[in-house]
């Protein structure tokens, strides 16, 4: 799977999923498919292969505060 996002600059970004990624809602385990779009996420990178998410947190869905 591929996550595309939008950086704070408006630059897109595209991160290859790792098979093992750990993902979370809110502090609470997830599928990506749980993540609504346009949604505010922090993404931790393969150390070495910064194309590759290892954990994605959704921090805010859109509309929230």
């Known amino acids: 799977d591929t996550l595309v996002t939008l950086g704070d600059s408006g630059l897109q970004h595209s991160h290859r999923v790792a098979?093992?990624?750990?993902?979370?809602?809110y502090g609470k385990a997830c599928e990506l498919s749980d993540i609504p779009l346009g949604s505010r996420v922090q993404i931790a990178v393969q150390p070495g292969d910064e194309d590759v998410a290892i954990k994605v947190e959704c921090l805010r869905t859109p509309g929230s505060s």
């Open 19 to 25: 098979v093992n990624c750990d993902l979370s809602c």
